[in-house]
C-alpha cells in the first residue's frame, strides 16, 4: 500500500539555524508529494509540492525535492523563524485516486529565541 | 488560492444531541469532498469521501449512521455528528477537491467539544 514515514517530532531549534525534517514515502504509482503546515489550532495549509521526480517545491523560505531514487521528499530551510513553530505533514497523492491524500503522522517543530 | 470554508470553527454540545459542520468551497466546485478526524498531536484520520449527488464512502471502522455526510451540491458537504458522545470530541476538517486526482484544499478545521 501507500504510507508516508515522517521523522518523530518534537523538533525543536533555535531561531536562524537549519531545519531539516525528513520524510520518505511508498507508493505504487508515481505520485505527487505535499508539505503541508498545521498552525495551532487551525486547519492545514499548503506549504510546497512538487509533481514528479527531481521537481523542487519552494515557498516562504522552505524546499524539498521530490528524489524518487531515495524515494524520499525532505523538508529544509535555512533560517527558522519562531512564526515557522507549526506541526508540518509529509503527503502523497496518486492520480486517480480521487484526491485521497496519503499523510505522515505529522512533526512538530518549535522555534525558540 | 482555492478558498475552503468551514463552519462553525468550534462548538460545544451536550451528549446525545446532534451537531452539523458545513463546509463550503468559495470560489471553485467541488467534485470531491473529505472529512478528516484529528486527535490532539496526531495525524489526520480520513473518514470519509464524498462526491456531490452520491452517497459518501467510508473509511473502515467509520460508523456511517454516526457521522452522516451529504454532499447535496458542488460547494457544499455537510457532517452531522448524531448522538454524540464525549469520545467524538475531536477537531474535524474538511477538503476539497475539483477533479480526480487534483490537488485538495482545506478549511480551517471544527473544534467539536462534547460535554
Known amino acids: 500500500g501507500n504510507s508516508v514515514t515522517q521523522m518523530e517530532g518534537p523538533v525543536t531549534l533555535s531561531e536562524e539555524a537549519f531545519l531539516t525534517i525528513n520524510c520518505t514515502y511508498t507508493a505504487t504509482g508515481y505520485p505527487s508529494l505535499f508539505w503541508y503546515v498545521q498552525y495551532p489550532g487551525e486547519g492545514l495549509q499548503l506549504l510546497l509540492k512538487a509533481t514528479k521526480a527531481d521537481d523542487k517545491g519552494s515557498n516562504k523560505g522552505f524546499e524539498a525535492t521530490y528524489r524518487k531514487e531515495t524515494t524520499s521528499f525532505h523538508l529544509e530551510k535555512g533560517s527558522v523563524q519562531v512564526s515557522d513553530s507549526a506541526v508540518y505533514f509529509c503527503a502523497l497523492l496518486l492520480t486517480g485516486t480521487a484526491s485521497k491524500l496519503t499523510f505522515g503522522t505529522g512533526t512538530r517543530l518549535q522555534v525558540t529565541l | 488560492g482555492a478558498v475552503v470554508s468551514q463552519h462553525p470553527s468550534w462548538v460545544i454540545c451536550k451528549s446525545g444531541t446532534s451537531v452539523k459542520i458545513e463546509c463550503r468551497s468559495l470560489?471553485?466546485?467541488?467534485?470531491?469532498m473529505f472529512w478528516y478526524r484529528q486527535f490532539p498531536k496526531q495525524s489526520l484520520m480520513l473518514m470519509a469521501t464524498s462526491n456531490e449527488g452520491s452517497k459518501a464512502t467510508y473509511e473502515q471502522g467509520v460508523e456511517k449512521d454516526k457521522f452522516l455526510i451529504n454532499h447535496a451540491s458542488l460547494t457544499l458537504s455537510t457532517l452531522t455528528v448524531t448522538s454524540a458522545h464525549p469520545e467524538d470530541s475531536s477537531f474535524y476538517i474538511c477538503?476539497?477537491?475539483?477533479?480526480?486526482?487534483?490537488?485538495?484544499?482545506f478549511g480551517q478545521g471544527t473544534r467539536l467539544t462534547v460535554v
Open positions: 477538503s476539497a477537491s475539483q477533479a480526480v486526482g487534483t490537488e485538495a484544499f
Open positions: 470560489d471553485f466546485q467541488a467534485t470531491t
